[in-house]
């Protein structure tokens, strides 16, 4: 059933169910909408409602004399179709607002405070991860001789970060002719991406044409992972939740979070290369993460576009309070763009 499909009562309908279900956590009769928002409708029309929303997916009902609880496609259309847009109570950011800016200018206690707001105002489980400094380029290279044939590599970035790595070449190259590699490769790659050295015309000199290509190799190294410490918070918070209390699939999901490997995945799958700020909600796994399949996850990018960005979002159940958490998702991403603009700044 197409989305646009629904009446304005169905849509009525499916959205005070879902309100229903996600404060109570249990199915939702036509009595219990009639008596709560006195309904200008009779019992036997929302029945009837009700009925065409199990029919096009949008609900179901656990058993026979129970109500209606929501789908996992009743909640995506409830979130791309009837939620709209929401923001948080002024008063609500200036309370966030006001303990960042309380907090010491230091990246960690931000990222811990973010992991600790995003739990408490989405009532879920929070993930943070530290801004990634992305490497857009070679400042200055060094070559120095080790013994043999083996040489260390120094490479100073444009965002001011050293990396170092060990390298074997063909066969031995004394320091004067490997500074001199360095002296040239430097002139030539400085404060280019690795996609614009690749690009380089092939220099004369094989030693030199080497050189570039694993430089082009270790700045390539990290862009588009997730690196550095992940903060988490508000793991009670799900575990706590009545549909997940003796459910071992809420375990699991929490688990995963703990393993980078999954986290890597489900982060480049979803926001890594998406604008900043754009806050991405996924419901049930959406067929993707099996582990995910009770759970709903918001998520959203942080940062300077090619400069330095982190993700940020929550976890919880299916019956989660959508417009809440995702404006409080979108708020804090705000916020710690901002820290890392006046870091980039200073």
Same mark, same amino acid.
């Not at 036997?44 to 004399?65: C, I, K």
């Given at each position: 059933?197409?989305?646009? =499909?629904?009446?304005?009562?169905?849509?009525?309908?499916?959205?005070?169910?879902?309100?229903?279900?996600?404060?109570?956590?249990?199915?939702?009769?036509?009595?219990?909408?009639?008596?709560?928002?006195? #309904?200008?409708?009779?019992?036997? =029309?929302?029945?009837?409602?009700?009925?065409?929303?199990?029919?096009?997916?949008?609900?179901?009902?656990?058993?026979?004399?129970?109500?209606?609880?929501?789908?996992?496609? &009743?909640?995506?259309?409830?979130?791309?179709?009837?939620? /709209?847009?929401?923001?948080?109570?002024?008063?609500?950011?200036?309370?966030?607002?006001?303990?960042?800016?309380?907090?010491?200018?230091?990246?960690?206690?931000?990222?811990?405070?973010?992991?600790?707001?995003?739990?408490?105002?989405?009532?879920?489980?929070?993930?943070?991860?530290?801004?990634?400094?992305?490497?857009? /380029?070679?400042?200055?290279?060094?070559?120095?001789? *080790?013994? &043999?044939?083996?040489?260390?590599?120094?490479?100073?970035? =444009?965002? &001011?970060? *050293?990396?170092?790595?060990?390298?074997?070449? @063909?066969?031995?190259?004394?320091?004067?002719?490997?500074?001199?590699?360095?002296?040239?490769?430097?002139?030539?790659?400085?404060?280019?991406?690795?996609?614009?050295?690749?690009?380089?015309?092939?220099?004369?000199?094989? #030693?030199?044409?080497?050189?570039?290509?694993?430089?082009?190799?270790?700045?390539?190294?990290? *862009?588009?992972?997730? =690196?550095?410490?992940?903060?988490?918070?508000?793991?009670?918070?799900?575990?706590?939740?009545?549909?997940?209390?003796?459910?071992?699939?809420?375990?699991?999901?929490?688990?995963?979070?703990?393993?980078?490997?999954?986290?890597?995945?489900?982060?480049?799958?979803?926001?890594?290369?998406?604008?900043? /700020?754009?806050?991405?909600?996924?419901? @049930?796994?959406?067929?993707?993460?099996?582990?995910?399949?009770?759970?709903?996850?918001?998520?959203?990018?942080?940062?300077?576009?090619?400069?330095?960005? /982190?993700?940020?979002?929550?976890? @919880?159940?299916?019956?989660?309070?959508?417009?809440?958490?995702?404006?409080?998702?979108?708020?804090?991403? &705000?916020?710690?763009?901002?820290?890392?603009?006046?870091?980039?700044?200073?």
């Amino acid at each position: 059933m197409a989305a646009e =499909t629904l009446t304005e009562r169905q849509k009525l309908i499916l959205m005070l169910v879902i309100q229903e279900f996600t404060k109570f956590a249990l199915p939702v009769g036509s009595n219990r909408l009639l008596e709560e928002y006195n #309904l200008d409708m009779s019992s036997a =029309t929302v029945r009837n409602e009700m009925v065409n929303l199990v029919d096009f997916g949008y609900l179901r009902q656990p058993h026979t004399s129970a109500g209606r609880v929501p789908t996992e496609e &009743g909640y995506r259309y409830f979130v791309g179709q009837l939620m /709209g847009q929401t923001e948080l109570p002024v008063t609500t950011r200036q309370t966030i607002t006001h303990q960042f800016y309380q907090a010491r200018q230091d990246t960690d206690q931000w990222m811990r405070l973010a992991a600790s707001v995003l739990a408490n105002q989405s009532h879920a489980a929070s993930l943070v991860t530290a801004p990634h400094h992305i490497t857009t /380029g070679l400042k200055h290279l060094e070559l120095i001789s *080790v013994h &043999g044939r083996q040489i260390l590599m120094v490479m100073v970035m =444009t965002g &001011g970060e *050293v990396r170092q790595q060990m390298l074997t070449l @063909g066969e031995p190259v004394v320091q004067e002719t490997l500074s001199a590699t360095a002296n040239a490769v430097s002139a030539l790659c400085n404060s280019l991406t690795p996609a614009e050295i690749s690009n380089l015309p092939p220099q004369a000199d094989a #030693l030199t044409n080497d050189i570039i290509r694993m430089v082009t190799d270790a700045l390539g190294q990290g *862009v588009g992972t997730m =690196t550095g410490e992940v903060y988490r918070d508000g793991i009670l918070n799900v575990l706590t939740e009545p549909e997940f209390t003796e459910s071992e699939s809420a375990r699991r999901a929490l688990r995963v979070l703990e393993e980078r490997p999954f986290l890597e995945d489900l982060l480049s799958q979803t926001v890594m290369h998406s604008d900043v /700020g754009v806050v991405q909600v996924i419901i @049930g796994g959406e067929g993707n993460w099996e582990e995910l399949s009770d759970c709903s996850v918001i998520l959203a990018r942080y940062g300077i576009p090619d400069m330095a960005t /982190g993700m940020l979002g929550v976890l @919880g159940p299916i019956r989660m309070r959508y417009g809440k958490t995702i404006s409080t998702v979108r708020f804090v991403a &705000g916020l710690l763009t901002d820290m890392v603009i006046e870091n980039h700044n200073e």
